[in-house]
């Protein structure tokens, strides 16, 4: 023990604890983008996203399998970029589509996985979707049609 | 009357046009001394051994502190936070709220604060006495290059040492709000600690991290310069102690401020 000094170990288990916090902080509560890079990208155009934002989950029977990667107008209407994860199959006739969590949560994109044979590669397109449901505007519609 | 006597009336404005210009002046004095600081960081001889006394200081003699203000924060945090949203329902933000807050905000500047309090004063403290017993002279005699010997080591340990204790502090604050979260207010541990890893990224912690760095040069740099430029004897020491804290406390508030309107 001579050859170290008490300085020397004790930063040393200072700077190696350290290190671990910054490690941890960064890798496990940051949770560096769990299915960003690789993955299979799908999309699917969408009537409207209502408040669905980039980085929401993208769900299949409630278990987060991906997110999403990116929202654009495209000849007005929303294309939807997702991201998921490669050990997930998804079937060429699966339907997505955009649900909030409760009433007032957090939108993500359910998909629901039809029977198909054929499983859509990377870069495919969702044949069908469900766009958002504005709770304003069911509202607004139930008032008006109200006989 | 040999000299025209300045008029009483000017007095005023003459004092007022020296304490401006000592002020100027000192704040130019800061900015070199911290260049100076800077440039002779990597220098040689490369002091290790006293970066590594430095760290051992300014790092290891400050997790206690910081380990229990943490825990405070966490507490206190949860507390507040679940008050204000279990109005509305909205607990699945508790997790969010408090990891956010302590990883951009509270974690960076209450760290930088219990260093400044506890290791920054005693920098000052340090340099100041040996500047008023000429220690720092006899430095320069034996042809030690001071500014190196005596801040570019404690600049170095500081950038070292404080983003890992506002590590720390975020951790153990999280841990304290989930602990206490759990067993007092009942919340959901699970949930508390999904719904966090669900919203930090890790944009959030290089904000962190990012701050905890500016406010690692405020702490040494302005103790370091206090500390250096202490002059009168006992009550100098006293005075470059009392000025650092508050200088360093005021810049890392601003500094936060601005870090976090550049940064958003």
């Known amino acids: ?147 | 009357m040999g000299e025209a006597e300045a008029p009483r009336w000017l007095a005023g404005p003459g004092v007022a046009g020296r304490r401006t210009l000592a002020l100027v002046a000192g704040v130019g004095r800061s900015a070199l001394f911290l260049g100076a600081t800077l440039r002779r960081m990597f220098a040689r001889p490369f002091r290790g051994r006293l970066v590594l006394q430095h760290m051992r200081f300014i790092g290891n003699r400050s997790v206690g502190i910081v380990l229990l203000t943490s825990t405070f924060t966490g507490m206190v945090l949860v507390l507040q936070g679940h008050n204000a949203l279990s109005r509305f329902g909205s607990e699945i933000y508790l997790g969010p709220l408090v990891a956010l807050s302590l990883i951009r905000e509270l974690g960076p500047v209450l760290a930088a604060l219990m260093v400044t309090a506890r290791a920054g004063s005693a920098i000052a403290a340090t340099i100041a006495g040996m500047r008023v017993t000429e220690q720092i002279d006899a430095l320069e005699v034996m042809a030690v290059d001071s500014v190196q010997y005596l801040a570019s080591t404690r600049m170095l340990a500081a950038l070292l040492v404080v983003p890992m204790l506002t590590a720390f502090f975020n951790l153990a604050g999280i841990a304290a709000a989930h602990t206490f979260g759990v067993s007092v207010l009942g919340i959901d541990g699970g949930t508390f600690m999904a719904s966090i890893r669900d919203s930090v990224e890790l944009s959030d912690v290089n904000v962190g991290v990012a701050k905890s760095l500016l406010f690692a040069i405020f702490i040494a740099w302005v103790s370091t310069d206090q500390g250096y430029h202490a002059t009168r004897g006992a009550e100098g020491i006293g005075r470059a102690t009392t000025t650092s804290v508050v200088v360093v406390s005021v810049l890392v508030l601003a500094g936060d401020y601005v870090m976090t309107a550049l940064l958003l």
Do not use: C, W
């Open chain 1, 1 to 147: 023990m001579d050859e170290y000094t008490r300085t020397e170990i004790s930063v040393g288990f200072f700077v190696i604890a350290g290190v671990a916090a910054i490690a941890y902080l960064s890798l496990s509560i940051a949770g560096v983008q769990l299915f960003a890079g690789h993955g299979t990208t799908v999309t699917g155009r969408f009537a409207s996203v209502g408040e669905l934002k980039e980085g929401a989950t993208v769900k299949i029977a409630g278990v987060p399998v991906g997110n999403v990667r990116s929202i654009k107008l495209e000849r007005y209407a929303a294309e939807v970029e997702l991201g998921i994860a490669d050990t997930v199959a998804i079937p060429a006739d699966t339907i997505a589509s955009i649900r909030t969590e409760g009433l007032l949560g957090e939108a993500y994109v359910m998909l629901r996985p039809g029977g198909s044979e054929r499983n859509l590669a990377s870069g495919e397109r969702l044949g069908q979707t469900e766009s958002a449901v504005d709770i304003v505007d069911l509202i607004v519609k139930y008032a008006l049609e109200k006989p």
